[in-house]
């Protein structure tokens, strides 16, 4: 298990940027995938982007060219860029790992941080 901590929330005009952070507690390099998830209100919780040990990324349709996963090993820090942010993004932001390549491998999740989008 690795204990997950997300920063780096808050609120932001539409068409701004925020940069989430998750910390890991250990060592992220033999964990599989790496990923953000959101909630909104009244919804469910949704992907929102993974990225593999490899690197590989991929990316809710939703915010495809805006937002950007990335992971770093040596840190143990998986960040969310979030650029041209829209009020349609508003939602608690969840890190995720998990831990083998099956889907219903065991999940680790971060307690969430807060993203609204609003004027």
């Known amino acids: 298990q690795v204990q997950l901590v997300e920063s780096g929330g808050g609120l932001v005009q539409p068409g701004g940027s925020l940069r989430l952070s998750c910390a890991a507690s250990?060592?992220?390099?033999?964990?599989?995938?790496m990923g953000w998830y959101r909630q909104a209100p009244g919804k469910s919780r949704e992907l929102v982007a993974t990225?593999?040990?490899?690197?590989?990324?991929n990316y809710a349709d939703s915010v495809k060219g805006r937002f950007t996963i990335s992971r770093d090993g040596a840190k143990n820090m998986v960040y969310l860029q979030m650029n041209s942010l829209k009020p349609e993004d508003t939602a608690v932001y969840y890190c995720?790992?998990?831990?083998?390549?099956?889907?219903?491998?065991?999940?680790?999740w971060g307690q969430g941080t807060q993203t609204t989008v609003s004027s």
């Open positions: 995720n790992a998990r831990l083998g390549w099956a889907v219903y491998s065991p999940e680790c």
């Open positions: 990225i593999t040990s490899g690197g590989s990324a």
């Open positions: 250990g060592s992220i390099f033999s964990i599989p995938v």
